[in-house]
Nanobody
């Protein structure tokens, strides 16, 4: 089992990033998959998830209308398109199955929104 997140970086407010999460050892479409983030000094929070069917998605109120989650089953990869980024979006972003795999988390990808 492995989850490898990438695509983070430093971006100015109002900018965009696309995060990727490549899964191995299990099939994303068999699970409800979510993106989480953890800001410095705060608990990890779920920002978006996609159901098994790949169509039903949910978003935290703080990112609705700005973030889009989608999945490429051929690549066993889930993405998070982030637009209109705000400084409060800063944090480490992780993907995982809703319910997790025990204590396992990938290494995450850092997003920093700053001018």
């Amino acid at each position: 089992l492995q989850l490898v997140e990438s695509g983070g970086g430093l971006v100015q407010p109002g900018g965009s990033l696309r995060l990727s999460c490549v899964a191995s050892g299990f099939t994303l479409e068999d699970n409800i998959i979510a993106w989480f983030r953890q800001a410095p000094g705060k608990e990890r929070e779920r920002v978006s998830c996609v159901e098994n069917d790949g169509r039903r998605v949910t978003y935290a109120d703080s990112v609705k209308g700005r973030f889009t989650i989608f999945r490429d089953d051929a690549k066993n990869t889930v993405y998070l398109q982030m637009n209109s980024l705000k400084p409060e979006d800063t944090g480490a972003y992780y993907c995982n199955r809703v319910g997790g795999f025990g204590d396992y988390w990938g290494q995450g990808t850092q997003v920093t929104v700053s001018s």
